[in-house]
C-alpha cells in the first residue's frame, strides 16, 4: 500500500482543510493518507472530513513520523489576504503563537519552494504556478478570524475589542477593494505546485 503524507504550515481563515483533498485523491488510488497541521481547529475538521486518516497537530519542520516512512508528500502554505489588515491595526502576535524561526523559514517564491524540495534531497524539482480568484462575502470572509479559526484567528481574537473592531473596520476597506457585482468578493489566489524524483 502507498502511503501519502499531507502537511499544512498556515491554512487560510475560510478554507477547506487541504488534507480532505488528499486524502479523497489517496483513497481513490489505495493509498494510507496522514495529515499534520500547525492549528488544532483545523486538525479537528481534517480528522472529521478525512476520517480513516491518520490526522495529527504537527508543525514543520518536526514531524512525528519516521524517515522515508511516505511514498509522497503534499504541503500547503498559505499567505492570508486578511493579514494586512491586522498589520495595519497595530495588532500584535500573541506570546503563545511564536514566529517561524528564519533558519526554518523560506522564500514563498517558484524559486524558494523548488530550493525547498531540492535541500531535502529530490531531484528534477519542477515548480508551477496556478492563480484563481476565490469567491466569497465580507461575512463569510470575516467569520474565520472572529472565530479563531487558524493564526489569524488566533491573533485577532487575542486583541482587546478595541483593536478587534479596529482590525474589522480595516478588513471591510481591504474587502471593498475585491468586491464585485452583489457584494461577492473575488480574492485572488496563488498557488506553487512542485514536484520531484527522491
Known amino acids: 500500500m502507498k502511503t501519502v503524507l499531507t502537511a499544512s504550515e498556515e491554512s487560510d481563515e475560510r478554507a477547506e482543510p487541504q488534507s480532505d ?17 500547525v492549528e488544532p481547529g483545523m486538525v479537528t475538521r481534517a480528522a472529521a472530513a478525512a476520517y480513516t486518516a491518520d490526522v ?22 498559505v499567505l492570508n489576504h486578511a493579514t494586512r489588515a491586522v498589520r495595519a491595526a497595530g ?10 524561526a528564519p533558519e526554518d523559514d523560506f522564500a514563498r517564491t517558484r524559486q524558494g519552494f523548488a530550493a525547498l524540495l531540492g535541500e531535502a534531497g529530490l531531484a528534477d524539482v519542477v515548480c508551477d504556478t496556478l492563480d484563481w480568484d476565490h469567491r ?5 470572509w470575516w467569520s474565520g478570524p472572529a472565530a479563531g479559526v487558524a493564526t489569524i484567528g488566533q491573533v485577532v481574537t487575542s486583541q482587546s475589542p478595541a483593536v478587534v473592531a479596529e482590525i474589522r473596520g480595516r ?4 474587502a471593498a477593494e475585491f ?10 489566489h496563488t498557488a506553487l505546485l512542485a514536484h520531484g524524483r527522491a
Open 21 to 37: 483533498h488528499a486524502w479523497a485523491a489517496g483513497r481513490e488510488h489505495g493509498a494510507k493518507v496522514s495529515a499534520v497541521d
Open 56 to 77: 495529527r497537530l504537527a508543525t514543520l519542520p518536526q514531524l512525528p513520523f519516521t524517515e522515508a516512512a511516505f511514498d509522497a508528500a503534499v504541503g500547503n502554505f
Open 136 to 140: 466569497t462575502t465580507v461575512e463569510e
Open 171 to 174: 478588513f471591510e476597506a481591504l
Open 179 to 188: 468586491a464585485g457585482p452583489g457584494g461577492v468578493l473575488h480574492l485572488p
Open 91 to 100: 495588532a500584535t502576535r500573541p506570546d503563545h503563537l511564536p514566529a517561524l
